[in-house]
Protein backbone atom coordinates (compact mmCIF):
# COMPACT_ATOMS: atom_id res chain seq x y z
CA UNK A 1 0.00 0.00 0.00
CA UNK A 2 1.49 3.54 -1.04
CA UNK A 3 1.89 5.71 1.94
CA UNK A 4 -0.23 8.79 1.77
CA UNK A 5 -1.32 11.47 4.61
CA UNK A 6 -4.47 11.51 5.41
CA UNK A 7 -6.56 14.79 5.49
CA UNK A 8 -9.78 15.21 8.06
CA UNK A 9 -11.41 15.91 5.12
CA UNK A 10 -10.75 12.83 3.79
CA UNK A 11 -13.24 11.46 6.72
CA UNK A 12 -16.58 12.14 5.95
CA UNK A 13 -18.55 14.08 9.27
CA UNK A 14 -14.94 13.90 10.75
CA UNK A 15 -14.54 17.40 13.01
CA UNK A 16 -11.10 18.52 15.52
CA UNK A 17 -10.90 16.86 18.48
CA UNK A 18 -13.04 13.76 17.30
CA UNK A 19 -11.87 10.24 17.76
CA UNK A 20 -11.19 9.65 13.84
CA UNK A 21 -9.51 13.06 13.60
CA UNK A 22 -7.03 11.95 16.45
CA UNK A 23 -6.30 8.86 15.44
CA UNK A 24 -5.66 10.27 12.10
CA UNK A 25 -3.09 12.64 13.42
CA UNK A 26 -1.74 9.91 14.87
CA UNK A 27 -1.34 8.65 11.96
CA UNK A 28 0.48 11.44 10.28
CA UNK A 29 2.75 11.59 12.93
CA UNK A 30 3.71 8.00 12.48
CA UNK A 31 3.80 7.93 8.78
CA UNK A 32 6.52 11.00 8.87
CA UNK A 33 8.59 9.40 11.31
CA UNK A 34 9.09 6.55 8.95
CA UNK A 35 9.22 7.91 5.73
CA UNK A 36 12.18 9.90 7.60
CA UNK A 37 14.14 7.35 8.99
CA UNK A 38 12.88 4.57 6.83
CA UNK A 39 12.47 2.33 10.17
CA UNK A 40 11.05 -1.48 9.41
CA UNK A 41 7.84 -1.67 11.04
CA UNK A 42 7.46 -6.03 12.09
CA UNK A 43 4.49 -6.62 13.97
CA UNK A 44 6.06 -6.61 17.48
CA UNK A 45 8.65 -4.10 17.46
CA UNK A 46 11.69 -4.32 20.06
CA UNK A 47 11.79 -1.49 22.53
CA UNK A 48 14.06 1.29 20.95
CA UNK A 49 16.64 2.38 23.43
CA UNK A 50 18.90 5.57 23.21
CA UNK A 51 22.54 5.09 23.62
CA UNK A 52 24.50 8.25 24.35
CA UNK A 53 27.84 8.04 21.96
CA UNK A 54 30.85 9.84 22.48
CA UNK A 55 33.89 7.83 20.08
CA UNK A 56 36.64 9.87 20.91
CA UNK A 57 36.75 7.79 24.51
CA UNK A 58 40.00 5.84 24.63
CA UNK A 59 38.70 2.23 25.87
CA UNK A 60 34.61 3.39 25.18
CA UNK A 61 33.22 1.18 22.39
CA UNK A 62 29.52 2.54 21.78
CA UNK A 63 28.88 -1.32 19.64
CA UNK A 64 29.67 -2.91 22.76
CA UNK A 65 26.44 -1.54 24.31
CA UNK A 66 24.68 -1.79 21.18
CA UNK A 67 25.39 -5.63 21.14
CA UNK A 68 24.36 -6.16 24.42
CA UNK A 69 21.13 -4.40 24.05
CA UNK A 70 20.50 -5.89 20.78
CA UNK A 71 21.15 -9.52 22.58
CA UNK A 72 18.39 -8.74 25.42
CA UNK A 73 16.14 -8.06 22.84
CA UNK A 74 16.45 -4.13 22.29
CA UNK A 75 16.95 -2.04 19.30
CA UNK A 76 19.75 0.47 19.56
CA UNK A 77 19.05 3.82 18.84
CA UNK A 78 22.80 6.33 18.81
CA UNK A 79 22.29 9.23 20.73
CA UNK A 80 25.31 11.61 19.31
CA UNK A 81 26.10 13.90 22.69
CA UNK A 82 28.34 16.69 20.30
CA UNK A 83 25.01 17.66 18.41
CA UNK A 84 22.96 18.17 21.40
CA UNK A 85 21.68 21.74 22.04
CA UNK A 86 20.03 23.29 24.82
CA UNK A 87 15.88 22.82 24.18
CA UNK A 88 16.24 19.96 21.74
CA UNK A 89 13.83 17.15 21.72
CA UNK A 90 14.89 13.63 22.31
CA UNK A 91 14.75 11.08 19.90
CA UNK A 92 11.46 8.76 20.73
CA UNK A 93 12.95 5.91 22.87
CA UNK A 94 11.49 2.96 25.62
CA UNK A 95 14.31 3.42 27.65
CA UNK A 96 17.73 4.87 27.91
CA UNK A 97 21.52 3.84 28.20
CA UNK A 98 24.28 5.98 29.69
CA UNK A 99 27.60 5.11 28.65
CA UNK A 100 31.37 5.57 30.11
CA UNK A 101 33.37 8.02 29.21
CA UNK A 102 35.28 11.45 30.47
CA UNK A 103 35.08 13.17 34.09
CA UNK A 104 32.09 14.82 35.08
CA UNK A 105 32.58 18.71 35.51
CA UNK A 106 32.77 19.29 39.36
CA UNK A 107 31.39 22.54 38.85
CA UNK A 108 28.07 20.33 38.35
CA UNK A 109 28.21 19.84 42.01
CA UNK A 110 29.82 22.80 43.05
CA UNK A 111 33.24 22.02 43.97
CA UNK A 112 36.96 22.80 43.02
CA UNK A 113 38.88 20.74 40.37
CA UNK A 114 41.10 18.08 41.54
CA UNK A 115 44.62 18.41 40.11
CA UNK A 116 44.01 15.09 38.91
CA UNK A 117 41.05 16.14 37.15
CA UNK A 118 40.90 14.51 33.71
CA UNK A 119 39.60 15.31 30.56
CA UNK A 120 36.30 17.31 30.51
CA UNK A 121 33.30 17.66 27.29
CA UNK A 122 30.60 20.40 28.77
CA UNK A 123 28.70 19.35 25.89
CA UNK A 124 28.13 15.89 26.67
CA UNK A 125 27.49 17.21 30.41
CA UNK A 126 24.61 19.18 29.09
CA UNK A 127 22.79 16.54 26.84
CA UNK A 128 23.58 13.40 29.61
CA UNK A 129 22.05 15.63 32.47
CA UNK A 130 19.40 16.84 30.34
CA UNK A 131 18.32 13.12 29.43
CA UNK A 132 18.93 11.91 32.48
CA UNK A 133 16.22 14.60 34.40
CA UNK A 134 14.22 13.63 31.88
CA UNK A 135 14.43 9.83 32.05
CA UNK A 136 14.28 10.05 36.34
CA UNK A 137 11.09 12.52 36.27
CA UNK A 138 9.18 10.69 33.39
CA UNK A 139 9.75 7.31 35.27
CA UNK A 140 11.35 5.91 31.53
CA UNK A 141 13.68 2.96 32.36
CA UNK A 142 17.59 3.96 33.18
CA UNK A 143 20.84 1.55 32.92
CA UNK A 144 23.55 4.25 33.69
CA UNK A 145 27.12 2.41 33.43
CA UNK A 146 30.25 4.19 35.02
CA UNK A 147 30.10 7.73 34.14
CA UNK A 148 26.77 7.04 33.41
CA UNK A 149 25.92 6.46 37.25
CA UNK A 150 28.04 9.24 38.50
CA UNK A 151 25.94 11.39 35.74
CA UNK A 152 22.71 9.78 37.56
CA UNK A 153 24.02 10.59 41.39
CA UNK A 154 24.98 14.03 40.10
CA UNK A 155 21.45 14.87 38.80
CA UNK A 156 20.13 13.27 41.36
CA UNK A 157 21.85 16.23 44.22
CA UNK A 158 25.06 14.18 44.90
CA UNK A 159 28.67 14.50 44.55
CA UNK A 160 31.74 12.55 42.89
CA UNK A 161 34.83 11.47 45.20
CA UNK A 162 37.23 13.15 41.99
CA UNK A 163 40.23 11.06 42.36
CA UNK A 164 41.08 7.62 43.70
CA UNK A 165 45.19 7.54 44.81
CA UNK A 166 45.33 4.14 44.35
CA UNK A 167 45.33 2.25 41.44
CA UNK A 168 44.54 -0.98 42.39
CA UNK A 169 41.58 -2.39 41.86
CA UNK A 170 39.54 0.18 40.37
CA UNK A 171 41.60 2.03 37.24
CA UNK A 172 42.16 1.12 33.94
CA UNK A 173 46.20 0.36 33.18
CA UNK A 174 48.22 -0.20 30.40
CA UNK A 175 47.80 -3.58 28.65
CA UNK A 176 50.98 -5.53 27.93
CA UNK A 177 51.32 -4.18 24.41
CA UNK A 178 51.70 -0.93 25.52
CA UNK A 179 48.56 0.11 23.67
CA UNK A 180 45.46 -1.85 24.74
CA UNK A 181 43.82 -0.55 27.91
CA UNK A 182 43.08 -3.29 30.39
CA UNK A 183 40.37 -3.26 33.07
CA UNK A 184 41.19 -4.09 36.62
CA UNK A 185 39.00 -6.53 38.67
CA UNK A 186 37.24 -6.76 41.98
CA UNK A 187 34.20 -8.20 43.68
CA UNK A 188 30.93 -6.30 44.37
CA UNK A 189 28.40 -6.88 47.66
CA UNK A 190 25.26 -6.87 46.73
CA UNK A 191 23.17 -5.33 49.65
CA UNK A 192 20.30 -7.79 49.96
CA UNK A 193 16.26 -6.44 49.23
CA UNK A 194 17.30 -4.06 46.51
CA UNK A 195 16.11 -3.91 42.51
CA UNK A 196 20.16 -5.68 41.72
CA UNK A 197 19.67 -8.16 44.28
CA UNK A 198 16.52 -9.02 42.60
CA UNK A 199 18.45 -8.76 38.87
CA UNK A 200 21.53 -10.80 39.60
CA UNK A 201 20.08 -13.16 42.54
CA UNK A 202 23.16 -13.18 44.22
CA UNK A 203 24.96 -11.42 46.95
CA UNK A 204 28.32 -11.19 45.20
CA UNK A 205 29.50 -10.06 41.92
CA UNK A 206 33.10 -10.12 40.24
CA UNK A 207 33.41 -7.15 37.99
CA UNK A 208 35.80 -5.22 35.72
CA UNK A 209 36.72 -1.58 36.93
CA UNK A 210 37.74 1.32 34.91
CA UNK A 211 37.18 4.45 36.72
CA UNK A 212 39.13 7.21 38.77
CA UNK A 213 36.32 8.45 40.17
CA UNK A 214 34.10 7.01 42.47
CA UNK A 215 30.50 7.24 44.57
CA UNK A 216 30.93 6.83 48.27
CA UNK A 217 28.47 6.65 51.04
CA UNK A 218 28.69 10.71 52.20
CA UNK A 219 28.71 11.79 48.43
CA UNK A 220 25.40 9.74 47.56
CA UNK A 221 22.41 11.10 46.69
CA UNK A 222 19.75 11.74 48.61
CA UNK A 223 16.59 9.41 47.59
CA UNK A 224 18.77 7.29 46.04
CA UNK A 225 20.15 3.74 47.70
CA UNK A 226 23.61 1.80 47.51
CA UNK A 227 22.36 -1.43 46.25
CA UNK A 228 26.34 -2.76 45.62
CA UNK A 229 29.73 -1.67 47.68
CA UNK A 230 33.62 -3.13 47.61
CA UNK A 231 36.16 -1.76 50.08
CA UNK A 232 38.89 -3.52 48.02
CA UNK A 233 41.85 -0.84 47.67
CA UNK A 234 40.98 0.76 51.03
CA UNK A 235 38.60 2.63 50.12
CA UNK A 236 34.88 1.81 50.77
CA UNK A 237 33.37 2.88 47.23
CA UNK A 238 29.43 2.53 45.82
CA UNK A 239 29.83 -0.13 42.98
CA UNK A 240 25.80 0.03 42.29
CA UNK A 241 22.83 2.35 43.15
CA UNK A 242 18.40 2.76 42.38
CA UNK A 243 15.69 4.90 42.59
CA UNK A 244 14.04 3.07 44.78
CA UNK A 245 10.51 4.54 43.91
CA UNK A 246 11.18 4.86 39.88
CA UNK A 247 10.41 1.94 38.20
CA UNK A 248 14.04 1.08 36.69
CA UNK A 249 16.77 3.32 37.47
CA UNK A 250 19.65 1.22 37.85
CA UNK A 251 23.91 2.60 38.09
CA UNK A 252 26.81 0.68 38.30
CA UNK A 253 30.72 1.34 38.34
CA UNK A 254 31.56 -1.49 36.62
CA UNK A 255 31.45 -1.86 32.66
CA UNK A 256 29.07 -4.95 31.90
CA UNK A 257 28.32 -4.15 28.31
CA UNK A 258 32.75 -5.26 27.46
CA UNK A 259 32.99 -8.36 26.04
CA UNK A 260 35.62 -9.51 28.83
CA UNK A 261 32.05 -9.44 31.08
CA UNK A 262 29.22 -10.51 28.63
CA UNK A 263 31.20 -13.18 26.97
CA UNK A 264 32.17 -14.89 30.63
CA UNK A 265 28.84 -17.39 32.11
CA UNK A 266 30.20 -17.37 35.18
CA UNK A 267 29.74 -12.97 34.93
CA UNK A 268 26.19 -13.42 33.51
CA UNK A 269 24.92 -11.96 36.71
CA UNK A 270 26.56 -8.89 36.58
CA UNK A 271 26.53 -8.33 32.80
CA UNK A 272 23.70 -9.44 30.56
CA UNK A 273 21.39 -10.34 33.42
CA UNK A 274 21.26 -6.59 34.14
CA UNK A 275 20.95 -5.94 30.34
CA UNK A 276 18.10 -8.56 30.19
CA UNK A 277 15.89 -6.81 33.22
CA UNK A 278 16.47 -3.20 31.56
CA UNK A 279 14.96 -4.57 28.55
CA UNK A 280 11.70 -6.29 30.50
CA UNK A 281 11.56 -3.11 32.31
CA UNK A 282 11.08 -1.37 28.57
CA UNK A 283 8.85 -3.57 27.09
CA UNK A 284 6.71 -3.47 30.09
CA UNK A 285 6.39 -0.01 29.59
CA UNK A 286 6.15 1.26 33.29
CA UNK A 287 6.88 4.94 32.06
CA UNK A 288 3.63 7.29 31.51
CA UNK A 289 3.22 8.76 27.95
CA UNK A 290 3.28 12.06 27.39
CA UNK A 291 0.43 12.06 24.91
CA UNK A 292 -2.59 9.64 24.25
CA UNK A 293 -2.20 6.49 22.90
CA UNK A 294 -3.46 3.74 20.43
CA UNK A 295 -4.31 -0.02 22.49
CA UNK A 296 -5.21 -2.73 20.32
CA UNK A 297 -7.40 -4.56 22.71
CA UNK A 298 -8.37 -8.75 21.29
CA UNK A 299 -9.30 -9.89 24.63
CA UNK A 300 -12.53 -9.20 27.21
CA UNK A 301 -10.90 -5.25 26.11
CA UNK A 302 -12.90 -5.56 23.35
CA UNK A 303 -16.05 -5.18 25.36
CA UNK A 304 -16.40 -1.40 26.32
CA UNK A 305 -18.07 -2.28 29.82
CA UNK A 306 -15.08 -4.06 30.58
CA UNK A 307 -12.82 -1.64 29.16
CA UNK A 308 -14.02 1.66 31.09
CA UNK A 309 -13.87 -0.02 33.99
CA UNK A 310 -9.87 -0.08 33.66
CA UNK A 311 -9.94 2.89 31.51
CA UNK A 312 -13.31 5.10 31.28
CA UNK A 313 -12.18 8.15 29.40
CA UNK A 314 -10.89 5.71 26.41
CA UNK A 315 -12.27 6.26 23.66
CA UNK A 316 -13.56 3.55 20.83
CA UNK A 317 -11.95 4.54 17.20
CA UNK A 318 -13.17 0.69 15.66
CA UNK A 319 -11.57 -2.71 14.63
CA UNK A 320 -8.46 -3.07 13.49
CA UNK A 321 -6.23 -6.46 12.22
CA UNK A 322 -2.93 -7.99 13.54
CA UNK A 323 -1.25 -10.47 10.87
CA UNK A 324 0.99 -13.34 11.47
CA UNK A 325 -0.55 -13.78 14.93
CA UNK A 326 -3.01 -16.27 16.71
CA UNK A 327 -5.69 -15.67 19.08
CA UNK A 328 -4.83 -18.37 22.07
CA UNK A 329 -5.66 -18.43 25.81
CA UNK A 330 -3.49 -19.45 29.07
CA UNK A 331 -3.15 -19.30 32.73
CA UNK A 332 -6.34 -20.96 33.71
CA UNK A 333 -6.85 -19.49 37.58
CA UNK A 334 -9.68 -20.06 40.02
CA UNK A 335 -8.52 -16.23 40.59
CA UNK A 336 -10.01 -15.10 37.57
CA UNK A 337 -13.25 -14.50 36.92
CA UNK A 338 -13.63 -16.32 33.17
CA UNK A 339 -10.89 -19.10 33.93
CA UNK A 340 -8.18 -18.10 31.95
CA UNK A 341 -6.91 -15.09 30.39
CA UNK A 342 -6.48 -14.14 26.30
CA UNK A 343 -3.01 -14.38 24.60
CA UNK A 344 -1.85 -13.45 20.50
CA UNK A 345 1.08 -15.96 19.49
CA UNK A 346 2.72 -15.72 16.67
CA UNK A 347 1.06 -17.71 13.46
CA UNK A 348 2.06 -16.89 9.68
CA UNK A 349 -0.91 -16.41 7.97
CA UNK A 350 -3.49 -15.98 10.34
CA UNK A 351 -4.82 -13.24 11.81
CA UNK A 352 -6.06 -11.56 15.03
CA UNK A 353 -9.06 -8.93 15.13
CA UNK A 354 -9.26 -6.52 17.72
CA UNK A 355 -10.46 -2.69 19.19
CA UNK A 356 -9.11 -0.01 18.72
CA UNK A 357 -8.84 2.64 21.39
CA UNK A 358 -7.14 6.15 21.95
CA UNK A 359 -6.34 6.28 25.58
CA UNK A 360 -5.63 9.45 27.98
CA UNK A 361 -2.47 8.91 29.39
CA UNK A 362 -3.18 9.70 33.18
CA UNK A 363 -4.59 5.93 32.52
CA UNK A 364 -1.49 3.94 31.12
CA UNK A 365 -0.79 2.74 34.29
CA UNK A 366 -4.55 1.72 35.28
CA UNK A 367 -4.46 -0.58 32.09
CA UNK A 368 -1.03 -1.62 33.26
CA UNK A 369 -2.14 -2.13 36.10
CA UNK A 370 -5.37 -4.26 35.07
CA UNK A 371 -3.35 -6.68 32.64
CA UNK A 372 -1.13 -7.74 35.67
CA UNK A 373 2.75 -5.80 34.97
CA UNK A 374 3.21 -5.42 38.48
CA UNK A 375 2.28 -8.79 39.59
CA UNK A 376 5.00 -10.90 40.89
CA UNK A 377 5.59 -12.78 38.44
CA UNK A 378 4.00 -10.59 36.02
CA UNK A 379 1.36 -12.10 33.74
CA UNK A 380 1.35 -9.99 30.78
CA UNK A 381 3.89 -7.83 29.25
CA UNK A 382 3.70 -4.83 26.81
CA UNK A 383 4.24 -5.01 23.18
CA UNK A 384 4.11 -2.52 20.33
CA UNK A 385 2.01 -4.04 17.21
CA UNK A 386 1.41 -2.81 13.74
CA UNK A 387 -2.17 -3.14 13.05
CA UNK A 388 -4.18 -2.50 9.74
CA UNK A 389 -7.68 -1.09 9.68
CA UNK A 390 -10.67 -1.92 7.40
CA UNK A 391 -9.23 1.71 5.36
CA UNK A 392 -6.20 0.13 4.95
CA UNK A 393 -4.36 2.39 7.16
CA UNK A 394 -1.13 0.64 9.15
CA UNK A 395 -0.42 2.43 12.87
CA UNK A 396 1.86 1.55 15.71
CA UNK A 397 -0.24 1.07 18.82
CA UNK A 398 0.09 -0.86 22.31
CA UNK A 399 -0.94 -4.33 23.09
CA UNK A 400 -0.23 -7.42 25.57
CA UNK A 401 1.48 -10.46 25.80
CA UNK A 402 0.94 -13.49 27.93
CA UNK A 403 4.97 -13.60 29.71
CA UNK A 404 4.39 -17.13 29.76
CA UNK A 405 1.82 -18.29 28.16
CA UNK A 406 0.49 -21.61 28.52
CA UNK A 407 1.72 -24.58 25.96
CA UNK A 408 -1.61 -26.37 25.90
CA UNK A 409 -3.32 -23.28 24.84
CA UNK A 410 -6.55 -24.07 27.50
CA UNK A 411 -9.82 -22.95 25.03
CA UNK A 412 -11.55 -20.15 27.54
CA UNK A 413 -14.04 -20.48 30.07
CA UNK A 414 -18.02 -20.17 28.79
CA UNK A 415 -18.23 -16.27 30.70
CA UNK A 416 -15.14 -15.35 29.22
CA UNK A 417 -16.16 -16.99 25.49
CA UNK A 418 -19.76 -15.15 25.68
CA UNK A 419 -17.88 -11.93 26.87
CA UNK A 420 -14.88 -12.11 23.15
CA UNK A 421 -18.06 -12.72 21.37
CA UNK A 422 -20.04 -9.62 22.49
CA UNK A 423 -17.10 -7.05 22.01
CA UNK A 424 -16.13 -8.35 18.82
CA UNK A 425 -19.99 -7.98 18.02
CA UNK A 426 -20.20 -4.26 19.47
CA UNK A 427 -17.06 -3.00 17.57
CA UNK A 428 -18.01 -4.85 14.27
CA UNK A 429 -15.43 -7.29 13.60
CA UNK A 430 -15.79 -9.11 10.26
CA UNK A 431 -18.68 -11.70 10.39
CA UNK A 432 -16.02 -14.69 9.44
CA UNK A 433 -13.80 -13.77 12.42
CA UNK A 434 -16.90 -13.49 14.73
CA UNK A 435 -17.86 -16.90 13.42
CA UNK A 436 -14.91 -18.51 14.52
CA UNK A 437 -14.79 -17.41 17.89
CA UNK A 438 -18.21 -18.35 18.19
CA UNK A 439 -17.03 -21.92 16.87
CA UNK A 440 -14.51 -21.94 19.36
CA UNK A 441 -14.67 -24.91 22.37
CA UNK A 442 -15.07 -23.84 25.59
CA UNK A 443 -13.90 -25.56 28.51
CA UNK A 444 -17.77 -26.01 30.03
CA UNK A 445 -17.20 -23.72 33.18
CA UNK A 446 -19.25 -20.66 33.93
Known sequence: MAERFVRDEEVPGSNPGTPTTIFRLVLQIQRAARLAYHLPMPDVLRPRILITRSEDDPGERWQDYADRVRAASGEPIPFDVALYRRGDVFPAHDGLVLTGGVDVDPARYGEPPHERLGRLVPARDEAEFAL?????????????????????????????HQHLEEREPHRSRRGADGVTIDSGWHGVEVIGGTLLSRVTKTAHLRVNSRHHQAVTRARLAPGLVASGMTSEG?????????????????????????????????LHAGSGALFEAFLHACTAGQATPETPFLYFGYGSSMDADRMRQT??????????????????????SKNTWHGGVADILPSPGDEVWGALWLVPPEESHALDEHEGLFREPPAYRRVTVEVTTP????????????????????????AFKEALLRGARTVGLPPAYVARLAAMPDNGRA
Open 391 to 414: SGDRVRCRSYQVVMPDPRTPPPSK
Open 311 to 332: APHARLIGSARLADHALAFSIE
Open 234 to 266: GLEVVEAIEAPHHPFALGVQWHPERSEMAATPA
Open 132 to 160: TRAALAGGRPLLAICRGMQVMNVVSGGTL
